[in-house]
């Protein structure tokens, strides 16, 4: 059986509440030690207290060890008889035992010689294991005038500070579970309601149909993570918006281009089985489908180029290239195509070499492309000029023709694919491919095109390459 992932809640919540339980469980630690050094030191420090207090109220006459205070005054009868519930007096030097407390006595706690001079020479604390408990004791070495060493140990029971630790180490036990699982709770309903507004992006994400690519997802207006994921997801839905409406508009226009000469063809072979009877119109006929059949493929080929541009399946070679010369070699190329349309073809360039780096084959398609489109929009008697020139860092190629223009809402779409102004501009040939290969050809080479154009007064394309870095 596979498990089921653990969704981002819950991950989220597990980090949480382990953060959590680390932090608490290192807080217990460290307060538990705390307050048990405290507690000890505290202890420690109140029996050297009581042991410096005791000794003034102490005397030894004769071998003997006698407290004198006051009974009547209650701040000393108390302060006696608390530091004296387990309290113990030495002779050092014979080890005898001159007195102690009843406690003691009951416990049968009495020191040999060889544990009174260990004792003597140890630390000023130790503690000692009962059967009433734990006890701790002060030592505390008095040396009377006479030269005699006494001992004096002062106790006290250790009982009410363990008691303390255990009820703390307890509390920490029942209260740390609790807070654990309190923090799971909390985590889970913080973690849902930070994951909210990702779940309504998915949400809206998902009512977002191939068909309703103009809806968005909502933005808060914060400027957080989450609405810049927000913006992101937009602006991929607006490219991929664009992309769809550029599909439609391709399937309608290659249908549209397709179903024309196919309508021609199916037409003109209807007609001819109907009523053509001699060879010669039999030729007419055939000789009229051969020029469809031509626009097709020049079509077909331009759309497989395009496509194939577009893909990088067309490598884009990087050479120096005259463009001077290019550029006036294809022009002279021209002049039969305008002398038969009885429209003036110049070429001008006031310098005799521009050099640029790029595709020859490729600026090649686009000369020819750009002054076959001016020829062919432009009426007999009209006139295309083709200029070369540099400016700057930068080689420009002109082509203007005196034909009717580009009306205005047209001049930002020519470049795309199958589009086609008016009839007067386009007269019915091409397919609306030749700008959209420039386009692409220019782009590929790092340059732009633009054009200007004014109905019934000419158009001009202007293309800017970068010119040749020489060192």
Known sequence: ????????????????????????????????????????????????????????????????????????DPEQAYFVQVSTRYYQIYDANSGMLLAQSPEL????????????????????????????????????????????????QI??????????????????????????AVASLIGWWTSGRALRPITALAESAQRIELTELKNRLPVRGTGDELDQLAGTFNETFSRLARTVDEMKQFTASISHELRTPLSILRGEAEIALMHAGSEEEYRRVLSSQLEEFDKLTRM???????????????????????????????????????????????????????????????????????????????????????AVRSSEDKAVLEVTDTGAGIQPDSLPHIFERFYQADAARSGGEGAGLGLSLVKWAVDQ?????????????GTTFRVNLPLIKRS
């Open 1 to 72: 059986m596979r498990l089921r992932p653990i969704g981002i809640r819950g991950r989220l919540t597990l980090s949480y509440v382990l953060i959590f339980a680390m932090a608490l469980g290192g807080f217990g630690i460290v307060s538990y030690e705390f307050l048990k050094s405290r507690m000890d030191t505290a202890l420690s420090e109140e029996l050297a207290e009581r042991a410096a207090g005791l000794r003034g109220y102490l005397r030894f006459d004769n071998g003997a060890a006698t407290l004198r205070f006051n009974p009547n």
């Open 155 to 180: 106790g006290a029971s250790m009982k009410q500070m363990e008691d303390d630790l255990r009820n703390y180490f307890q509390l920490l036990l029942w209260l740390i579970p609790v807070s654990i």
């Open 105 to 152: 006595d009951f416990l049968g706690m009495q020191l040999t010689r060889d544990e009174l001079r260990t004792i003597i020479s140890g630390p000023p604390f130790y503690d000692v294991t009962t059967d009433q408990g734990r006890l701790r004791f002060r030592n505390e070495v008095i040396r009377a005038p006479t030269g005699e060493v006494y001992l004096v």
């Open 445 to 457: 080479h790092g340059g732009t095109i633009d054009v200007a154009s004014q109905p019934d007064h």
């Open 300 to 386: 077909i080929n331009q759309l497989l180029t395009l496509a194939r541009a577009e893909a990088g399946e067309t490598p884009i070679t990087r050479k120096p290239v005259d463009l001077v010369e290019l550029v006036k070699s294809l022009t002279d190329q021209m002049l039969p195509v305008a002398e038969s349309r009885e429209v003036q073809l110049h070429f001008e360039c006031e310098r005799d070499s521009i050099v640029v780096t790029g595709d020859a084959n490729w600026l090649e398609r686009v000369v020819l492309n750009l002054v076959d489109n001016a020829i062919k929009f432009t009426q007999p008697g009209g006139s295309v000029k083709v």
